[in-house]
């Protein structure tokens, strides 16, 4: 009666015999797993020697071993399999994984696109396709495993990753990196996955020699977002960071759940400031190192006032050394792209309609509370804070309090409905 039940039992088409599998080892059900395996089963796993899932065995006492030893490597944190493709025996499931790799702490994402072979309704091969040079970085306890670099349309950027959770994309302005929100990150990262980039030409990020736009720039981050997977991304842009981030909602709202914007502007920059920004443009592509410090020294003062510069002159002088040290022509095409061929996108403003939160302080000069102000008139769901005794760097003279906003922006939409 047991072999007629058997031999009457369903046949299962490939792609149910790999989804029964996967199935199983979600459920770490090893025994149901093997089961599902062809007795000469092969288990290939390219990439580094050194990651201990790396390598190919034949036979499900081999691949059994593996499956047992998965979890004392990897601890899943997202496993999505997004499509099934069948063709004859074949099955290719593509999809995106991300872990937290025990021996090192690091957590690593990646696309993968997994092939089994189905013969007789059990699996004959398996064999994935990973980033495994990622793998191996997360894996090699030497790495400096928060500095990533991504190539987007040409341009090369540097960002830096740092804790689990929703996503915060950080957005820095002229003149600075990705270190102006260090304290910010040092705080949130506790709670939320922090990406922060280096700006083209800024930091340890590129450029493209021929020149780019802030449409531009709005268009690789906005690549990066949909082809990295990242969700529920908040926005989080200071000064040219936030023209980017105006652009960027506008242009793809479905990629962002929130927009947080630090001292910046929708319009294009006033024209009496052009000559003053030319004199600049000039000296930092002719001018003597003396006179490209003493540049930076005095735009540093007038974001900082001498107050600021007092209270925080390790990190300025720190800020204008790595200045120095950046490729002139991509800090001139940078003030191209930022300054003289900024467009006004007022008009754009009523279309973004995800939460935003815009914040200014009220010494900033280089970007007037009235320019914070009709950004936050015109959005809707948007709070405007005005920090008193703030310049253009709120997230430097007025940390605390900025950090504290973000916190309670993002703790506030986090009790709301879906909209």
């Given at each position: 009666?047991?072999?007629?039940?058997?031999?009457?039992?369903?046949?299962?088409n490939?792609t149910e015999v790999?989804?029964?599998?996967?199935?199983a080892f979600a459920?770490?059900?090893?025994?149901?797993?093997i089961?599902?395996l062809?007795?000469?089963v092969?288990w290939?796993v390219?990439g580094?020697?050194?990651v201990?899932?790396v390598g190919?065995?034949?036979g499900?006492v081999?691949v059994?071993?593996w499956?047992?030893?998965?979890?004392?490597h990897f601890?899943?944190?997202?496993?999505?399999l997004a499509?099934?493709?069948?063709?004859?025996?074949?099955v290719l499931?593509?999809?995106?994984f991300?872990?937290?790799i025990t021996e090192?702490?690091?957590?690593v994402?990646?696309d993968?696109v997994?092939?089994f072979k189905v013969?007789?309704s059990?699996i004959?091969?398996?064999?994935?396709?990973e980033?495994s040079a990622l793998?191996?970085r997360?894996?090699n306890?030497?790495?400096?495993?928060q500095?990533?670099?991504?190539?987007?349309n040409?341009?090369?950027?540097?960002?830096?990753?740092?804790?689990?959770?929703?996503?915060l994309f950080?957005?820095h302005?002229?003149f600075?990196?990705g270190?102006?929100?260090n304290d910010q990150?040092n705080?949130?990262s506790?709670s939320?996955?922090?990406?922060?980039?280096?700006?083209?030409?800024?930091g340890?990020?590129?450029?493209?020699?021929?020149?780019?736009t802030?449409?531009?720039i709005?268009?690789?981050?906005?690549?990066?977002?949909?082809e990295?997977?990242l969700?529920?991304?908040?926005?989080?842009?200071q000064?040219q960071?936030g023209m980017v981030?105006?652009r960027?909602?506008?242009?793809f709202?479905?990629?962002?759940?929130?927009?947080i914007?630090?001292?910046t502007?929708a319009?294009?920059?006033?024209?009496?400031?052009?000559?003053?920004?030319?004199r600049?443009r000039?000296i930092?592509?002719?001018?003597?190192?003396p006179?490209?410090d003493?540049m930076f020294?005095?735009?540093q003062r007038?974001i900082y006032g001498?107050?600021?510069l007092r209270r925080h002159?390790s990190f300025i002088?720190?800020?204008?050394n790595?200045?120095?040290t950046?490729?002139?022509?991509?800090?001139?095409?940078a003030?191209?792209?930022?300054?003289f061929n900024?467009d006004?996108?007022r008009?754009?403003?009523?279309?973004?309609r995800?939460p935003?939160?815009?914040?200014c302080?009220d010494a900033?000069?280089?970007?007037?509370?009235?320019l914070?102000?009709?950004?936050a008139?015109?959005i809707?769901?948007t709070k405007?804070?005005?920090?008193?005794?703030?310049g253009?760097?709120p997230v430097?003279?007025?940390a605390q309090q900025?950090?504290?906003a973000?916190?309670d922006f993002?703790?506030s939409?986090?009790?709301l409905?879906?909209?």
């Amino acid at each position: 009666m047991a072999n007629l039940n058997k031999q009457n039992a369903p046949v299962m088409n490939p792609t149910e015999v790999v989804k029964a599998y996967l199935a199983a080892f979600a459920q770490k059900d090893w025994g149901k797993a093997i089961a599902l395996l062809h007795e000469e089963v092969i288990w290939h796993v390219d990439g580094d020697a050194n990651v201990p899932t790396v390598g190919l065995l034949r036979g499900p006492v081999q691949v059994r071993k593996w499956l047992e030893r998965f979890p004392s490597h990897f601890e899943p944190l997202d496993f999505t399999l997004a499509e099934f493709i069948e063709q004859d025996e074949n099955v290719l499931v593509l999809g995106r994984f991300r872990h937290l790799i025990t021996e090192t702490g690091n957590r690593v994402g990646s696309d993968m696109v997994i092939h089994f072979k189905v013969s007789q309704s059990k699996i004959s091969r398996y064999q994935i396709f990973e980033d495994s040079a990622l793998l191996s970085r997360a894996f090699n306890s030497q790495d400096t495993w928060q500095q990533h670099q991504i190539k987007i349309n040409g341009t090369l950027y540097h960002y830096r990753e740092q804790g689990e959770g929703p996503t915060l994309f950080f957005a820095h302005g002229l003149f600075v990196d990705g270190e102006i929100f260090n304290d910010q990150i040092n705080v949130l990262s506790q709670s939320f996955r922090c990406i922060v980039m280096d700006m083209p030409g800024h930091g340890q990020s590129g450029f493209n020699p021929d020149g780019w736009t802030l449409d531009d720039i709005s268009r690789d981050f906005a690549l990066m977002i949909q082809e990295l997977s990242l969700r529920e991304v908040t926005f989080i842009g200071q000064s040219q960071g936030g023209m980017v981030g105006l652009r960027l909602a506008a242009s793809f709202p479905d990629l962002l759940s929130g927009l947080i914007l630090i001292g910046t502007s929708a319009r294009a920059e006033y024209p009496e400031r052009e000559d003053s920004w030319q004199r600049r443009r000039d000296i930092m592509l002719n001018g003597s190192r003396p006179e490209l410090d003493t540049m930076f020294t005095a735009i540093q003062r007038e974001i900082y006032g001498e107050e600021g510069l007092r209270r925080h002159a390790s990190f300025i002088t720190h800020e204008r050394n790595l200045m120095m040290t950046l490729p002139r022509s991509g800090l001139a095409l940078a003030m191209d792209a930022a300054v003289f061929n900024r467009d006004d996108i007022r008009a754009l403003l009523p279309s973004i309609r995800i939460p935003a939160l815009v914040i200014c302080g009220d010494a900033d000069r280089a970007t007037p509370v009235g320019l914070s102000r009709e950004i936050a008139d015109v959005i809707p769901d948007t709070k405007l804070i005005v920090l008193t005794g703030a310049g253009h760097h709120p997230v430097v003279d007025a940390a605390q309090q900025v950090t504290r906003a973000i916190g309670d922006f993002l703790l506030s939409r986090a009790k709301l409905p879906p909209r």
